[in-house]
């Protein structure tokens, strides 16, 4: 069982993609790192393109305006889904079949921010995106986009620990999953931690070292020596 | 089978997936000949990869490493690109025409949200001149007054054409923002287009009056005539796609809300494709011709006229075939 948010569509292939919704937390902090970004961009072509007189502030503000509405636009859509910001904090935009985001819901998510923004800060988006499963602010129930996470490279886990030992019986699927999970993570727990959780098995594994039982027989369920 | 033994038989074919979907996620990059027509038949071994490691509860590594393949293969094998050249040119010809005529309950009723507050609002100041103040601040109205003085020259012929380029920057950022804000208001039940265009209308009416009372009427509806036909047609337009979402929500008929809002946004968003090209013409005429004083008000009168006749003629017209099918609105 899985008390995650994680959400499966199922495409043509038949496959079930898995996709995690991103919630506003990490949302508005991509916004925030873009909208430094775009102003401070803006800044700078204004200090230059002010030296040219009231032509240059003509061309400023059409660049301003250019990237006040279409920044976001021309990031997700030509970058598969991720503006500056989002690609920082590791999340992009695609459409809720999972499909990449197009032009015409990228430009329709980013006009409706101005309503999501209403009356402060984002207020309505944040109540929106708090009031479904996918947390789609407004502009994402308009345009049928979601935003997601983007999965973290992942690297080969070693259980270091050489050797096998018979998986017990009588352990259901789920169980047996759980002792690879441990295995699997345990480089993120410490040394302590490891042997507290694993010492819970001792009764049924009834082993002398519960933790390096436990990586083995996680090695025979994955086949290693 | 065990896991290890999976691991060791398709590792290399899910590897020269994985470096060919990386090659596909760069900006220009691009698979050739017989690795792009195997892609698809290659990306399905992918997916029952996956299925057949999650089925036989192989290690959560191995399932998300393979499930994060299938995600990432699967946005690059739907990736839509098509000539954007031939679409925008179509849809400028017909497409947009047509998709207003479609749409018309909603523009008939944008128009009369705009102009009738408009009118009745001008109406009232040339009978009460200080109602101009109920909706616009004081110095606004001087601003206005000094703007359309036939005394004062500044807007026109002293004007040098960096000054035209400075303006027209600031009617494409403003009104199109104004266009966005009306379009995008719509979705709180169409209150929010709503409020925008009578305001507008109320605003539009309040200086035509005020400057009619001021006598600058000449300056000033030569001055407007040209690029209005553009820039008015177009705001209702705006508001026409904000009032359709409002309604979407309002009565889904058979559809969930939601559904309903995601089918009337598809449309919408094309109506606002339409008005932001509509927009940078209107800016274009306001910028460099509307304000040019060497022309006779005649002269602009008659452009004036020529211009609304283009705009009407082409929504009513334009992408409608010879015989009949597909254009009637």
Known sequence: MLLDT???????????????????????????????????????????????????????????????????????????????????????????????????????????????????????GIIASLCNRQFKRLGDLAAGSMVIYEAPPTREPSFEVRGQLPVPADFSTDEQRALLAFAERS?????ERQSELATILLPVIGSKDPVIAIKQMANTMVGKQ | MKQGQFEQLYQPLWHVMELEIIELE???????????????SRYRRLCHFHALAKDRHYSSHLV?????????????????????????????????PRLVREQQRYIWWATALLYVPGLLMFLAILWQPDLVYTVTAPEQVSSFESMYDPENRTLGSARESDTNVQMFGFYISNNISVAFRTFASGIVFG?????????????????????TNAEFTQTFFSFVVGHGSFELTAICIAGAAGLKLGYALL?????????????ASLVAIQ????????????????????????????????????????????LVFSGRSLRGEGGEG
């Open chain 2, 271 to 314: 109506l606002v494709y339409g008005v932001i090209i509509m927009l940078v013409i209107a800016a274009f005429i306001e910028a460099f011709w509307s304000s040019n004083n060497i022309l006779m008000p005649w002269q602009k009168y008659l452009v004036g006229g020529f211009l609304w006749a283009l705009v009407i003629g082409y």
């Open chain 1, 6 to 124: 994680r959400q499966s569509l199922e495409t043509p292939e038949g496959a079930l993609l898995p996709l995690t919704p991103a919630g506003f937390g990490v949302r508005v902090l991509a916004q925030l790192l873009d909208i430094l970004i775009r102003y401070g961009i803006v800044t700078v072509i204004f200090i230059v393109l002010s030296l040219l007189g009231r032509m240059g502030t003509g061309i400023a503000l059409i660049l301003a305006f250019l990237l006040e509405w279409f920044y976001p636009v021309y990031f997700e859509v030509s970058r598969q889904g991720r503006t500056p910001g989002k690609k920082w904090m590791g999340i992009r935009v695609v459409n809720d079949d999972g499909t990449p985001i197009t032009f015409g819901p990228s430009l329709l998510r980013n006009l409706l921010r101005f309503v999501d923004f209403l009356p402060m800060l984002y207020l309505t």
């Open chain 2, 191 to 211: 209150v929010g287009s709503i409020f925008f265009l009578i305001y507008n209308g109320l605003l539009m009416g309040a200086v035509a009056g005020h400057l």
């Open chain 2, 251 to 263: 009565a889904p008929g058979n559809l969930t809300r939601k559904e309903s809002l995601k089918r």
């Open chain 1, 187 to 191: 480089k993120y727990l410490s040394a």
């Open chain 2, 26 to 40: 760069k900006p220009d990059g691009r698979l050739k000949g017989n690795e792009l027509a195997s892609f698809a």
């Open chain 2, 64 to 96: 998300d490493k393979l499930g994060d393949l299938v995600v990432r293969g699967h946005q690059q094998l739907y990736r839509r690109k098509q000539p954007f050249m031939q679409q925008f040119t179509s849809f400028i010809v017909a497409g947009f």
